[in-house]
């Protein structure tokens, strides 16, 4: 049985879409995103160091390691998902978003319009207004946004065609800490496929996400950040694969007493 | 004429953006912007800067 994951006309087997920031070396990070099977690796663009004006950074440490990331990344031939990350308005994302199209020549982003530095939420109007521009301007548009179901129909409206909820804040591991939420969303938007973006920790938590009936989960800091990167993506493709086939097998229904599993037909002696 | 070029002051001496790119070292793949609005690379030729202006120019990172 095919169960392909299919975001924007494109398909793909692996239902784990990868960070590429945080890993203790570039080579670690694409042994890491190798390991973990994730056919969309996310990224970004920042300041270039190397320039020999004002800056004075010219084969600074963090530029190279920058241009090793974006070389590694280019030989892995994954689809790219460049994010908006640190934009504070719609008109930084989109103009964000014009300069990742022409570098990295696709129209996939991940859109990201952040409304408070505290814990790096998803400024929702900002959010919408950016995502209904950007689709117009032919980009495919993956919005990281709250577990808000009104947030999600309006980015709907807006013309999203694939939506990113959070489970909690980006980078800090605690999980879907809205599980009301998050299943509500679920059940009320069937025509698009969700993804839980930040906040994933454990693969325990990345396969209850998909056993809830989410599509996908985007994640990086779990894997990056974990003692041994390699081995922990490992553990996250094994957990996701897992979780989704929980999934298609249909979970047994929660009960409030208990039932024995063993038959009670013909019980031994002592029960006469 | 001094420009802001990634958030901090430069002196350039030409007023052509593909010329101040060369003259500040710019290479690899980068994106541009000018006062934070997109300015696509079939422009550069023809885009000028006055003092003052708002130079971005964007490269590749890592990114979650």
Redesign the interface.
């Known amino acids: 049985m095919t169960d392909q994951l299919s975001l924007y006309g494109k398909t793909f087997n692996s239902r784990l879409l990868i960070?590429?920031?945080?890993?203790p070396s570039p080579a670690i990070?694409r042994d890491a995103v190798q390991a973990s099977g994730a056919e969309i690796i996310?990224?970004?663009?920042?300041?270039?160091m190397?320039?020999?004006?004002?800056?004075g950074l010219?084969g600074s440490v963090e530029q190279r390691e920058?241009?090793d990331?974006?070389k590694y990344?280019q030989q892995m031939g994954l689809q790219l998902l460049?994010?908006t990350?640190g934009c504070k308005s719609a008109?930084?994302a989109i103009?964000?978003a014009?300069?990742?199209r022409?570098?990295?020549k696709t129209d996939w982003l991940k859109l990201e319009v952040i409304g408070d530095d505290y814990n790096l939420q998803p400024d929702p109007y900002g959010l919408i207004e950016a995502a209904a521009e950007l689709v117009k301007r032919g980009f495919k548009v993956l919005p990281y946004c709250t577990d808000d179901l009104v947030v999600c129909q309006k980015l709907l409206d807006a013309g999203c065609e694939v939506l990113m909820p959070w489970g909690a804040p980006?980078?800090t591991g605690q999980g879907l800490l809205n599980k009301y939420n998050l299943s509500s969303i679920r059940e009320r938007i069937t025509s698009v496929p969700l993804i839980i973006d930040a906040g994933i920790g454990a693969p325990s938590q990345a396969a209850e996400a998909l056993e809830m009936g989410f599509d996908a989960v985007l994640l990086?800091?779990a894997v990056a950040k974990a003692q041994e990167p390699v081995m922990m993506a490992q553990a996250f493709k094994a957990a996701i694969e897992s979780g989704r086939l929980a999934h298609n097998a249909g979970l047994m229904l929660k009960r409030q007493t208990a039932k024995p599993s063993t038959p009670t037909v013909g019980m031994p002696f002592w029960h006469q | 004429m001094e420009v802001l070029?990634?958030?901090?002051?430069?002196q350039?001496s030409s007023t052509q953006l593909v010329d101040i790119l060369k003259?500040?070292?710019?290479?690899?793949?980068?994106?541009?912007?000018i006062d934070?609005?997109?300015i696509?690379?079939s422009m550069y030729a023809e885009q000028t800067l006055t003092a003052g202006n708002q130079l971005?120019?964007?490269?590749?990172?890592?990114?979650?």
């Open positions: 960070g590429s920031a945080l890993y990070m996310t990224l970004s663009l920042r300041r270039q190397s320039g020999n004006g004002s800056t010219q920058a241009n990331i974006w990344i460049p994010n990350a008109k930084e103009t964000l014009e300069m990742s022409e570098i990295f980006i980078g990086n800091t | 070029v990634n958030g901090e002051t430069a350039v003259e500040l070292g710019f290479e690899g793949d980068f994106a541009v912007a934070g609005e997109f696509p690379r971005d120019v964007l490269s590749p990172i890592a990114g979650g």
